[in-house]
C-alpha cells in the first residue's frame, strides 16, 4: 500500500464555524482582503466579526468564474494585506487561491498556467489565505489548483502548485441554506461528479477511496433533499461534507472524462462550471462503462462502478448500467439542462471533443477513450 495525501492546513467543519474565522485569521496577520462572489452582502456576517475582532479588511469581488484579468486586478488590490480570504463559492475560493499565489510571484498569470500558458513552477510561498466554501460543490477549499477563465484562448486552465494548499478551509453549511434550487443541483452534482470520478480513476489509491465511500452515500441521499428543502440543514450538511471529502480525493487521486469536457466548454459557453459538469455527467459514465467492458472488463474501474451502483440505489445486485440510470433519473428530477441551452452547436462537436481529449482530467480517467466514444458523449450531451 503507498500512497502521498496532502491538504489544507486545518480543516474546521460544521454549523456556526464561521464564528471561528477571527481567530484562525488572527494567526496569519491583521490585514486580510476578502475575495467574494458576485454578492458581496453574503459576507456581511464575516465582515462584522472581523471588525469586532480589530482585523482590518477590504473586499474584492470576482463577479463570475475568474478570468486572467480578474486575478491581474486582485494582485493589485491585495497589496498591503497579509493574508486572503476566499469566501463564496468554488470560483471565488478559486480567485482568492490565485492571488495569493500571484502576490508573491513575479510575472503574468500565463507564466505559471497549464496548457495555455508557461506551466512554470511557483518560485516562493503563496501568500497565506483561507478558503470559507458558501456552496457544497466544487471542494475547492482542500484543492491545489485553481482554473482560470482565458477568454482569449476561449479555454480555461489551471494555475497549479502543492503550495496552493489553504492554511485552513472553514466549513460551515449554514452558508449554504440560501443557495437557491438550481445552484443546489449544479454545485451538488459536481460534487457527485468529482466522488465518482476519483473513485474510478487510474490514480485512485485506498485512502481516496476510504474518502469516496464515504461521500458518495451521502450526496446520493442528501442532494435531493436539499433541491427541495433548501433549509433542511441535516441534508445542507451531509451536501458540505460530500462537497469536502471529494476535494480531498480529487486533489490527492485525479478526475476523469466528464471534466475533462467541463474544461473546454466552460471556456466555449457561458455557463457554470457545475452546470456543464451535470449536462455530461450520465453520458461520461455511460461512455466508461461501455468501454470497460467491451475492453477491458477486469478492471478495478469497472467493480467500482458496481459498487457505485450499489451505493447510490441501494440495491447490493446493482450493475456499473444501473449506476448510468440512477444518475440520469436524479439528472431529471434536478432539471438539468442539456448542453444546447447554454447555445452549444453541432458544428462545435469536433472542436470540443478535439480539446476535451487533450484535456488534464483526461490522464486520469480509467479507459483511454476512442474518438468516436468521445463524439458519441458531445452528441448526448446536445
Not at 127 to 137: D, V
Request: glycine residues 8%.
Amino acid at each position: 500500500m503507498h500512497f502521498d495525501f496532502a491538504t489544507a492546513g486545518r480543516i474546521l467543519f460544521g454549523s456556526g464555524t464561521l464564528a471561528r474565522v477571527p481567530d484562525v485569521v488572527a494567526e496569519f496577520g491583521g490585514r486580510a482582503l476578502i475575495v467574494t462572489g458576485s454578492r458581496p452582502e453574503r459576507a456581511a456576517a464575516l465582515c462584522s466579526a472581523l471588525g469586532k475582532a480589530s482585523i482590518e479588511f477590504s473586499t474584492f469581488a470576482c463577479p463570475g468564474e475568474p478570468t486572467l484579468a480578474t486575478v491581474r486586478s486582485g494582485v493589485q488590490a491585495v497589496k498591503g494585506h497579509d493574508v486572503v480570504i476566499g469566501f463564496g463559492g468554488g470560483s471565488a475560493i478559486d480567485c482568492a487561491k490565485a492571488i495569493a499565489a500571484l502576490a508573491t510571484n513575479s510575472g503574468e498569470p500565463l507564466d505559471y498556467l497549464e496548457v495555455i500558458g508557461k506551466g512554470r513552477a511557483l518560485d516562493n510561498a503563496p501568500l497565506s489565505w483561507i478558503a470559507i466554501p458558501t456552496t457544497a460543490g466544487t471542494g475547492a477549499e482542500v484543492t491545489r489548483n485553481a482554473v482560470l477563465g482565458s477568454p482569449e484562448h476561449a479555454l480555461k486552465a489551471s494555475l497549479r502548485s502543492p503550495s496552493m494548499l489553504a492554511k485552513a478551509a472553514v466549513v460551515d453549511p449554514d452558508l449554504t441554506c440560501s443557495l437557491s434550487p438550481a445552484a443546489t443541483a449544479s454545485t451538488g452534482l459536481d460534487a457527485l461528479t468529482q466522488l465518482i470520478e476519483s473513485f474510478v480513476c487510474n490514480r485512485a489509491n485506498t485512502f481516496t477511496d476510504m474518502l469516496c465511500r464515504e461521500g458518495l452515500p451521502r450526496a446520493g441521499r442528501a442532494l435531493e433533499r436539499a433541491f427541495n428543502d433548501g433549509h433542511d440543514l441535516a441534508a445542507r450538511s451531509a451536501m458540505s461534507y460530500a462537497s469536502l471529502l471529494s476535494g480531498l480525493a480529487l486533489a490527492n487521486a485525479g478526475l476523469g472524462v466528464v471534466h475533462g469536457f467541463a474544461a473546454p466548454l466552460g471556456g466555449m459557453l457561458h455557463a457554470p462550471h457545475g452546470a456543464l459538469c451535470a449536462a455530461v455527467l450520465p453520458h461520461g459514465v455511460a461512455a466508461n462503462i461501455a468501454a470497460l467492458a467491451e475492453r477491458e472488463p477486469s478492471s478495478p474501474a469497472f467493480a467500482k462502478y458496481a459498487e457505485i451502483a450499489q451505493i447510490l440505489t441501494g440495491n447490493e445486485h446493482a450493475c456499473p448500467q444501473d449506476a448510468v440510470a440512477w444518475i440520469a433519473s436524479l439528472c431529471r428530477r434536478l432539471s438539468v439542462a442539456p448542453l444546447r441551452a447554454y447555445r452549444l452547436r453541432e458544428a462545435q462537436l469536433p472542436l470540443l471533443v478535439e480539446k476535451a481529449a487533450q484535456a488534464s482530467s483526461m490522464k486520469a480517467n480509467p479507459i483511454r477513450l476512442t474518438a468516436a466514444e468521445m463524439t458519441e458523449i458531445a452528441r448526448g450531451c446536445l
